[in-house]
């Protein structure tokens, strides 16, 4: 049996708030190495609510992203995927080349150890 946390996410602004909350506790060891690359709002404030991405962090000075995209296990069930890609980051004046890490998940309390393990292997020096 799995044990989905935060599972009515897209349905429930709170719990959308909540979960991002939890995520940004879960991660705070990379605060300070770290901001955001993506929008997640639109033009008029309005956040997106998707889960793509419910995470998204970029490490400019070494050239690599990740983001988290979640899924509703209502509709997909368990699952944990990810995956590395090129990618164009906006950088000042225009675009450098940088690496990107993408998790793809429904959150458990393992697939959630998994991803933070994989980022801090990701976002690790050098």
Known sequence: MNDFL??????????????QA???ARLAFLD??????????????QPFYDGNPI????DRH???????VQHCPHECGPGYTSFEQAIELADGDGHRPAQEKVIVLTLTADTAQ?????????????
């Open 114 to 126: 998994r991803a933070e393990a994989e980022l801090r292997a990701w976002f690790a020096p050098a």
């Open 55 to 58: 995470v998204n962090l970029a």
């Open 32 to 45: 300070g190495q770290c901001t955001p690359y993506l929008r997640t709002a639109f033009a008029n404030g």
């Open 6 to 19: 935060f599972a009515d996410f897209l349905e429930d602004q709170a719990t959308y708030a909540a979960l």
């Open 62 to 68: 070494a050239g690599k992203t990740a983001r988290i």
């Open 22 to 24: 939890y995520w940004q």
